[in-house]
């Protein structure tokens, strides 16, 4: 028996809303995993389709499933997770969306990256890539031919930056995929409650994870990430905001990276109360909160210093990042009599 199996059972997030046309097929992966020893925690946001009768089906035929139904619902997919992390006991938990599809092996692929990274208490976070799939996904014959992360190259880049340049590139941009997640106990209790400045809650736990422990992200995909008209949020999406060239519609990402500024600003707020926090993150914790009383110089100045432009291949973002800096008019800081 291997060190993995003498571990406590892990446990599964679900969050689902009307998911019947999807969920079976997702349940039905997890359930047939080749690494059994975990439960399986759903919740259904107050469906109003055939969900929650299936997540009912499910549970009287598996011990493992507990069916989690909130007070009220919450309309977020972030908010069902923070819900689930707050019931949460394992000390290794995994999140997993309702539209998805999990390859036999990933927990026992997930499990094992993780043992050697739990050197220290901290926070921990392991996420991976996942294939890009059609919606009506079978069998593992039919998915499309490539993974959402294209190039290996680009995973490595980021596995070898060091803690201060992770925290830098998480700043504006999201690598990990939230279905693709699992993290440990000291990371579930640091993100706890989430603030209402967070974008996404993948986005949130992986800012905390690099500014205070380890965040690692596995190159081999062990996921089917569906494609669909119900997606909330879908992996090519940016890319035809690219191909479409709408003005109005880059203009639309000037908020949206104000936001994601503000989230990690929040995230070192968080980990500072609990970890020692670099100077270098403090320093670009204060740069964004002086960003609307700075000039356009000083903001270009701040974007190059703290290293804050997205990548070439990400043009919608990096475009965006001009645009800002270029339209940007500063505040007057108030006077004080």
Same mark, same amino acid.
């Given at each position: 028996m291997t060190e993995i199996q003498r571990q406590q059972p892990v446990e599964i997030l679900l969050?689902?809303?009307?998911?019947?046309?999807?969920?079976?097929?997702?349940?039905?992966?997890?359930?047939?995993? &080749?690494?059994?020893?975990?439960?399986?925690?759903?919740?259904?946001?107050? #469906? $109003?389709?055939?969900? +929650?009768?299936?997540?009912? !089906?499910?549970?009287?035929?598996?011990?493992?499933?507990?069916f989690v139904l909130p007070p009220q619902p919450f309309r977020q997919p972030l908010r #069902?997770?923070?819900?689930?992390? /707050?019931? %949460? &006991?394992?000390?290794?938990?995994?999140?997993?969306?309702?539209?998805?599809?999990?390859?036999?092996?990933?927990?026992? +692929?997930?499990?094992? &990256?993780?043992?050697?990274?739990?050197?220290? &208490? !901290?926070?921990?976070?392991?996420?991976?890539?996942?294939?890009?799939?059609?919606a009506g996904i079978d069998t593992r014959t039919e998915f499309r031919d490539y993974p959402c992360f294209r190039k290996a190259s680009f995973v490595s880049w980021f596995n070898a930056l060091n803690g201060q340049h992770k925290s830098s590139y998480l700043c504006h941009s999201n690598l990990v995929i939230g279905h693709t997640i699992a993290l440990n106990r000291a990371l579930v209790e640091l993100s706890l409650p989430f603030p209402d400045t967070i974008r996404m809650h993948d986005?949130?736990?992986?800012?905390?994870?690099?500014?205070? !422990?380890?965040?690692?992200?596995?190159?081999?995909?062990?996921?089917?990430?569906? +494609?669909?008209?119900?997606? #909330?949020? /879908? %992996?090519?999406?940016?890319?035809?905001?690219?191909? $479409?060239?709408?003005f109005r519609g880059i203009l639309s990402l000037l908020p949206a990276m104000m936001t994601s500024l503000v989230q990690f600003a929040a995230a070192v707020d968080r980990v500072s109360r609990s970890y020692v926090v670099r100077p270098f993150d403090h320093s670009l914790k204060t740069f964004i909160l002086t960003i609307p009383f700075c000039s356009r110089w000083q903001l270009l100045s701040g974007f190059l210093k703290f290293g804050l432009f997205a990548p070439i291949r990400d043009s919608p973002k990096l475009l965006g990042q001009v645009l800002m800096i270029f339209l940007h008019q500063p505040r007057r800081p108030k006077q004080h009599i």
């Open positions: 969050a689902a809303f009307n998911a019947e046309e999807y969920l079976p097929r997702q349940i039905e992966s997890i359930l047939n995993q &080749t690494y059994a020893n975990f439960n399986l925690l759903i919740l259904d946001d107050h #469906s $109003s389709d055939g969900t +929650q009768g299936l997540i009912k !089906g499910y549970q009287a035929a598996d011990s493992r499933i507990v #069902s997770f923070e819900y689930l992390l /707050g019931l %949460s &006991t394992a000390e290794i938990v995994f999140l997993s969306d309702h539209d998805d599809v999990w390859l036999p092996e990933k927990l026992s +692929q997930q499990l094992e &990256t993780i043992a050697p990274l739990t050197h220290s &208490t !901290g926070p921990l976070l392991v996420a991976s890539n996942t294939y890009v799939a059609a986005w949130w736990l992986a800012i905390l994870a690099s500014l205070s !422990g380890v965040i690692y992200v596995d190159e081999r995909p062990m996921t089917l990430y569906r +494609q669909h008209r119900d997606n #909330s949020i /879908g %992996s090519s999406s940016r890319l035809r905001l690219l191909a $479409s060239f709408e």
